[in-house]
């Protein structure tokens, strides 16, 4: 087995140093660092998952009661905001358009 340039784990032989990465998350992304700069082992991935959560948060508080609020029938009749039915002709007549 041969060691991994300046590294805590150990690859097979015939393994290219190049396609070994490591064992751990941490040793992978060391690895994966030399090739690609987004690649950051020492990322604090508990504070960015923190402000994600917040943010959700945060969008269903003002959301949610926005959609409630939208969603609350109109109350422009005063029969089908009191769900009351009607008790003449005369009076449901009224609330047709004119012809």
């Not at 959301?63 to 039915?85: C, G, I, K, Y």
Request: with cysteine; aromatic share 8%.
């Amino acid at each position: 087995m041969a060691t991994a340039q300046n590294r805590s784990f150990y690859c097979p032989d015939e393994v290219a140093a190049t396609d070994c990465y490591g064992i751990t998350g941490r040793d992978v992304l060391t690895s994966l660092q030399a090739k690609y700069d987004v690649a950051d082992p020492d990322l604090d991935v508990g504070a960015y998952m923190g402000w994600l959560l917040l943010v959700a948060a945060s969008y269903q508080l003002v959301v949610l009661p926005a959609t409630v609020l939208a969603a609350r029938p109109t109350q422009s009749r005063s029969h089908e905001a009191t769900n009351q039915p009607f008790t003449s002709v005369t009076e449901a007549s009224a609330l047709l358009p004119e012809q």
